[in-house]
């Protein structure tokens, strides 16, 4: 069995200047704390950035929004972090608003291997303009095309030597879409375990998606 276990560090050296990430959590709720905390001090830049928000100036990802760390910004709202709005009006950072479903379909259809999804979400406003417009049984669809990264990074609260990870309660929110939808995938764990102490029943994202585990014990 391939040891996936690596340390803080290495995560951090697999992400570099100009790729692009995909980060879970959904505000407090929440994001791998540690790499990222590992990712500002590294100073890596130019990242295309596919998250659900951009959390608080101090809290996540908002550090490396703070850090001007991100050129552009794929999420669906920023409002909790007034810095994103800064960079974004300044030009600093370009920032691609997606409706929160939409987001979700976008990071899905890569997984599923699929070019996009139709949805009828945004029709009729700044959202559809530049997208092509389909019109299926008389009814029409903006294509929204999917949502691949280079890297995603997510959290679990208990993760087995295989990668089989089981989120708590909430902070499953995006984690498991974006565990399918990159080349690499790198899951801070709360907690790691012998292979077979998880519930099959228990696991929410199979060990297949999983490339690297970093253990942080829980200090999260």
């Known amino acids: 069995m391939k040891n996936k276990l690596i340390t803080i560090e290495q995560a951090a050296d697999m992400v570099h200047d100009g790729m692009t990430i995909m980060i879970g959590g959904f ?12 990712l500002v001090a590294k100073g890596v830049k130019n990242l295309t950035l596919i998250a659900n928000d951009s959390s608080f100036p101090e809290v996540g990802i908002g550090k490396l929004i703070v850090n001007k760390q991100v050129k552009k910004l794929i999420a669906s709202h920023v409002g909790t972090n007034k810095e994103t709005g800064n960079q974004m009006n300044s030009g600093e ?3 691609e608003l997606v409706p929160q479903g939409t987001l ?6 890569a997984g599923a291997g699929l070019g996009g999804v139709l949805t009828p979400t945004g029709l009729g406003t700044v959202v559809a303009e530049g997208k092509d417009i389909i019109n299926v049984d008389g009814k ?3 294509l929204e095309k999917a949502l ?3 890297l995603a990074i997510i959290v679990g609260a208990k993760v087995d030597k295989k990668g089989n990870v089981r989120y708590a309660k ?4 995006f984690n498991p879409l ?12 709360d907690e790691v375990v012998e292979v077979g102490e998880i ?16 253990d942080v014990g829980g200090s999260n």
């Open 148 to 150: 691949k990264a280079d």
């Open 93 to 95: 950072m370009e920032v």
């Open 199 to 214: 519930d099959p029943d228990d696991v929410m994202t199979p060990g297949i998606f999983i490339d690297y585990i970093v």
């Open 178 to 189: 974006m565990a399918t939808a990159a080349d690499i995938v790198i899951v801070e764990a």
């Open 170 to 173: 909430a902070t499953r929110n």
């Open 27 to 38: 505000l407090g709720c929440r994001n791998p704390y540690q790499i990222v905390d590992a």
């Open 140 to 142: 029409d669809y903006l």
């Open 104 to 109: 979700a379909e976008r990071v899905r259809a």
